[in-house]
């Protein structure tokens, strides 16, 4: 080789370097802007703009370097791509020759806007002129619709035009990193051509393959799987795996058969996405079960989608709150802020069906629906409210419709009625959230039954002991209650626990005619202390609130019939509650005040009573007439009364009714089996019905058999109509098991001494009365029968026992049975002058012997001496036995016979002996009433007698 050809050979790199690095710089490239937009817009299929300066790197490769770069027509149809940088590489040798052949094309900082739906989606199938490129994006940002794609790098890669083109990439999707590959086959002679898209981010992937059809659209079938559906859409964490068929065309792509485990449940699913005429995604996932809380908790977390989502969600079982749902329905629709469910329904536990409609917007959630089953009380209890607090017969059958709206500071419940074991109600309320929630509530029944639902017994101290940790505002209303036998209209409870208080504004109810009303405040602590506390009782009679809190008290219609008025105020602690009461039944008058230890059940206080008339007030205790024997003028009682649990007790009572003065202490105990009456009763004067009439009514003896009783009686003086007076009674009334007795009795009677016992068996059918009584030392000053026949005067001894049985005085009377014995000394016989015609007989004159027996036997008295004999009675009739006597001037005789005191008749013979050895008793037979006797005397005997003498 030449020295030249060495030297040529030498310089020739040299020669190539000094051209490619002056070559190029001797290029006008302002000049070649259309060029380079020319060959840009070539390889983009787009017109192209550059609007910044041209830069040129030679090495260690050719570029050509544009800012402020714009994709797209005018118009802003279309795509539209705007770029902060286009690097144009090319190729060096044909750049040396001064031709531009581009290598690849990168656009740095893109902001590209694809407008969908695309015309066609043939459109993504590749151009023909598309060979021999390689295009890539950086730190790009992609709008496709409504979605939005940051931190974008994409290469497309076209090698030939028989070559697949391949789009390989990455972006971000809600702050996690997507990796995508998309191939794009070329299409063949029938205009098909293969499509495969692969998707990956953290945790799932997913991909499409199928065809791009020469109609137009994509055909194929899609798979998905991952550790986390959550990253996918807005789900509960859990692995999942999906696959179906897969459908595009220019307004939709359709997934649909999708066969879908998730977190190991199967079911089957399908989603649309349709482009037209607004973006939109629905999805539709059939479960075999679903974990309704997961799925909530994931909606109210996941962000703001950017296009509307729907979800149309079936599962065979859910999982609620601990609870198990059936048959699971319902849509939900998202879309920007606001969240609509549409069409929910369920079958929850109780065989309860359950519909609900709402949207939720803001942090707000609004619902309305409807429910209804056959129990109540299974379905709270599926829910973990403790229902087995009341009966098993309540909460049974319910149905309800409302609304209901929750948000950030509250839930309200603006709209509801149903119905629960057959009562109907109506309402609405809201519940304040915060450190301290507040409860308003306003609700009207129509019947409320409150048995089974609340204890019979109510502990309200031990409820204000404790206060709740929240604020209420309570307004209720019923047509009816009913709860522990009470039942009460128009009942209304207007009340609120706010400040550690709970404050009664007013509640109010009516029993039968009467309106009762409770108002005042009370404050919570270990001991509750009450202000203003007032109940107001009447407007009406005393019968409906009677029936109501005392229905087997059995008493008289006369005076339940009385209109009443009572109102109890108090106030102070619970431990020293300051009570005052006053109030009117009819004309009786009550005033009272006292101290009250409610957590003991203890109290003191005076009670007083006042009543203008005490025989009307006793006739309205159920007497048939005004007792007449009680005597005229008022009556008052006063009493300081102490209460303990199972008793109570009056002491320094003074009582004044009509002609009755007493005074003492009585105590009621009743925590034994049956109520018993102790004490002592010191009476001045103490008036006592008569014996009554055969015509009189039925007696009463039912009270006996509700309380047992010992009772110390004292009086000085006992007053019973058509009997003496009797003085300084003494006794013990003791009541036993229905079975009364007055033991001890001592009384005073005509300067005399009277002993004895009185018993009652009011537990007997029919009644029992017995007694025994004795008489000694008396002095008779009247008659003592007030008959015809009678006993005037004398000094009187007596003894007897009898027995009785029946509910009325006849019935008394007809089974009358005893005996006894008396005596008659210096006494008068009223009726008859049997010592007279005695005396007459002693006349010589024998005419006017029988004329004065005659007349003797006509009426008069006689004079006793002494007067001794017995008596026995059976069913009522009393027989005399051995009854004699001795009269004045030595006279002698007997009376005999029996009285029917059933009937009021006499059967009787007074005998007188006349004077004269022989001599055959003179007689007078008396039959018929007591109070008008037939005479027959029997003077015959001793009329022929005489004759024969």
Same mark, same amino acid.
């Given at each position: 080789?030449?020295?030249?050809?060495?030297?040529?050979?030498?310089?020739?790199?040299?020669?190539?370097?000094?051209?490619?690095?002056?070559?190029?710089?001797?290029?006008?490239?302002?000049?070649?802007?259309?060029?380079?937009?020319?060959?840009?817009?070539?390889?983009?299929?787009?017109?192209?703009?550059?609007?910044?300066?041209?830069?040129?790197?030679?090495?260690?490769?050719?570029?050509?370097?544009?800012?402020? +770069?714009? +994709?797209?027509?005018?118009?802003?149809?279309?795509?539209?791509?705007?770029?902060?940088?286009?690097?144009?590489?090319?190729?060096?040798?044909?750049?040396?020759?001064?031709?531009?052949?581009p290598r690849d094309l990168v656009l740095v900082g893109a902001d590209i806007r694809l407008p969908w739906p695309p015309e066609t989606i043939g459109a993504l199938r590749p151009p023909p002129w598309l060979t021999d490129f390689d295009a890539s994006?950086?730190?790009?940002?992609?709008?496709?619709?409504?979605?939005?794609?940051?931190?974008?790098?994409?290469?497309?890669?076209?090698?030939?035009?028989?070559?697949?083109?391949?789009i390989e990439g990455s972006f971000t999707w809600r702050s996690a990193p997507v990796r995508f590959e998309a191939v794009v086959g070329r299409p063949g002679y029938d205009g098909v051509a293969t499509l495969d898209v692969v998707l990956g981010v953290t945790g799932a992937s997913a991909s499409a393959r199928g065809v791009l059809v020469a109609e137009g659209g994509f055909e194929g079938r899609v798979e998905a799987s991952g550790s986390d559906i959550a990253t996918l859409f807005a789900a509960p964490s859990g692995a999942f795996r999906a696959t179906g068929r897969l459908a595009v065309t220019g307004e939709l792509a359709a997934a649909d058969d999708l066969a879908l485990d998730i977190a190991g449940v199967t079911g089957r699913g399908a989603a649309t996405f349709r482009f037209a005429p607004e973006p939109r995604l629905d999805v539709a996932l059939a479960l075999a079960r679903l974990d309704l809380d997961a799925w909530v908790a994931a909606l109210r977390r996941a962000p703001q989608p950017p296009i509307p989502v729907g979800l149309d969600l079936s599962a065979e079982v859910a999982a609620f709150h601990g609870a198990t749902l059936r048959g699971l329905r319902g849509g939900v629709m998202r879309e920007g802020d606001r969240l609509v469910l549409s069409n929910v329904s369920a079958m929850l536990p109780g065989e309860a069906q359950l519909i609900a409609a709402g949207s939720a917007q803001g942090g707000r959630l609004e619902l309305s629906g409807q429910a209804s089953g056959a129990s109540l009380r299974a379905t709270l209890a599926a829910f973990g409210v403790p229902v087995d607090r009341f009966a098993a017969t309540r909460l049974r059958a319910f149905e309800a419709t409302g609304r209901v709206a929750l948000d950030a500071a509250q839930l309200s419940v603006p709209e509801l009625a149903g119905m629960v074991d057959g009562a109907r109600l109506s309402g609405a309320g809201v519940l304040r959230f915060g450190a301290r929630p507040v409860l308003a509530a306003g609700l009207t029944f129509d019947r409320l039954d409150l048995d089974g639902l609340l204890p019979e017994r109510l502990a309200p101290l031990e409820a204000l002991r404790a206060p709740p940790g929240f604020d209420a505002n309570l307004r209720l209303a019923a047509e009816t209650i009913a709860w522990a036998g009470i039942r009460a209209e128009r009942a209304s409870l207007d009340a609120a626990v706010e400040q550690g208080r709970v404050t009664i504004r007013r509640a109010a109810a009516r029993l039968g005619e009467d309106d009762v009303s409770l108002a005042g405040t009370a404050a919570f602590g270990a001991t509750p202390r009450f202000t203003d506390v007032t109940l107001d009782l009447g407007g009406g009679t005393a019968s409906g609130v009677a029936q109501a809190l005392l229905p087997n008290a059995g008493l008289p219609d006369a005076l339940?019939?009385?209109?009443?008025?009572?109102?109890?105020?108090?106030?102070?602690?619970?431990?020293?509650?300051?009570?005052?009461?006053?109030?009117?039944?009819?004309?009786?008058?009550?005033?009272?005040?006292?101290?009250?230890?409610?957590?003991?059940?203890?109290?003191?206080?005076?009670?007083?009573?006042?009543?203008?008339?005490?025989?009307?007030?006793?006739?309205?205790?159920?007497?048939?007439?005004?007792?007449?024997?009680?005597?005229?003028?008022?009556?008052?009682?006063?009493?300081?009364?102490?209460?303990?649990?199972?008793?109570?007790?009056?002491?320094?009572?003074?009582?004044?009714?009509?002609?009755?003065?007493?005074?003492?202490?009585?105590?009621?105990?009743?925590?034994?089996?049956?109520?018993?009456?102790?004490?002592?009763? +010191?009476?001045?004067?103490?008036?006592?019905?008569?014996?009554?009439?055969?015509?009189?009514?039925?007696? +009463?003896?039912?009270?006996?058999?509700?309380?047992?009783?010992?009772?110390?009686?004292?009086?000085a003086e006992v007053v019973i109509p058509d009997l003496p007076v009797l003085q300084a009674v003494t006794g013990r009334?003791?009541? $036993?098991?229905?079975?009364?007795?007055?033991?001890?009795?001592?009384?005073?009677?005509?300067?005399?001494?009277l002993e004895g016992r009185l018993a009652l068996d009011a537990v007997a059918q029919p009644p029992v009365f017995s007694g025994s009584l004795g008489l000694s030392g008396a002095t008779l000053t009247g008659p003592l029968f007030g008959t015809p026949f009678d006993v005037t005067s004398g000094q009187v001894e007596a003894q007897g026992r009898f027995t009785a049985s029946g509910h009325g005085a006849a019935a008394l009377l007809s089974t009358l049975t005893g005996e006894g014995r008396f005596g008659l000394a210096n006494g008068v016989l009223g009726g008859v002058a049997l010592a007279g015609a005695a005396a007459a007989a002693a006349r010589d004159d024998a005419a006017a012997a029988e004329q004065g027996v005659r007349e003797a036997l006509e009426g008069g008295a006689t004079a006793l001496d002494r007067l001794t004999g017995g008596?026995?009675?059976?069913?009522?009739?009393?027989?005399?036995?051995?009854?004699?006597?001795?009269?004045?001037?030595?006279?002698?005789?007997?009376?005999?016979?029996?009285?029917?005191?059933?009937?009021?008749?006499?059967?009787?013979?007074?005998?007188?002996?006349?004077?004269?050895?022989?001599?055959?008793?003179?007689?007078?037979?008396?039959?018929?009433?007591? $109070?008008?006797?037939?005479?027959?005397?029997?003077?015959?005997?001793?009329?022929?007698?005489?004759?024969?003498?």
């Open positions: 080789m030449s020295r030249r050809a060495l030297l040529l050979l030498l310089a020739l790199p040299a020669a190539l370097l000094a051209l490619a690095w002056f070559g190029p710089r001797m290029l006008d490239w302002e000049a070649q802007r259309m060029r380079v937009a020319a060959i840009v817009e070539a390889r983009l299929g787009r017109p192209v703009g550059l609007g910044g300066p041209l830069r040129v790197t030679l090495l260690p490769q050719p570029m050509v370097e544009a800012s402020r +770069v714009h +994709v797209g027509t005018p118009d802003g149809e279309g795509l539209g791509i705007t770029a902060r940088a286009l690097r144009l590489r090319l190729g060096l040798l044909p750049l040396l020759f001064g031709r531009f052949e994006i950086e730190s790009s940002r992609v709008s496709v619709g409504g979605a939005v794609f940051e931190g974008v790098a994409a290469r497309l890669a076209a090698p030939g035009p028989l070559d697949a083109v391949r339940l019939a009385q209109p009443l008025r009572l109102r109890l105020t108090g106030t102070g602690p619970s431990d020293a509650l300051a009570v005052t009461t006053e109030g009117e039944l009819g004309e009786l008058r009550v005033a009272g005040q006292g101290t009250l230890v409610l957590g003991q059940g203890r109290g003191s206080g005076s009670l007083t009573l006042r009543h203008p008339g005490a025989p009307r007030l006793v006739s309205l205790l159920g007497l048939a007439e005004p007792p007449a024997w009680m005597g005229e003028g008022s009556l008052s009682m006063v009493a300081a009364l102490n209460v303990a649990p199972g008793s109570l007790a009056a002491e320094n009572m003074e009582l004044v009714a009509g002609g009755l003065r007493a005074r003492g202490q009585l105590a009621l105990a009743l925590d034994g089996a049956r109520p018993r009456l102790t004490g002592r009763i +010191v009476a001045d004067r103490l008036p006592l019905p008569g014996v009554p009439g055969r015509e009189a009514p039925p007696l +009463v003896v039912a009270p006996v058999g509700r309380v047992d009783a010992d009772v110390a009686i004292e009086a009334l003791t009541v $036993e098991d229905g079975k009364a007795a007055l033991d001890g009795l001592r009384a005073g009677l005509g300067g005399g001494t008596w026995r009675a059976a069913d009522g009739q009393v027989a005399l036995e051995g009854v004699g006597f001795a009269a004045e001037g030595g006279a002698t005789g007997a009376i005999e016979g029996r009285i029917d005191i059933t009937r009021g008749a006499l059967d009787l013979r007074f005998a007188v002996q006349p004077p004269g050895e022989g001599a055959p008793p003179i007689a007078l037979r008396v039959t018929g009433p007591a $109070e008008a006797p037939r005479r027959q005397p029997e003077v015959a005997p001793w009329a022929r007698w005489r004759a024969e003498r």
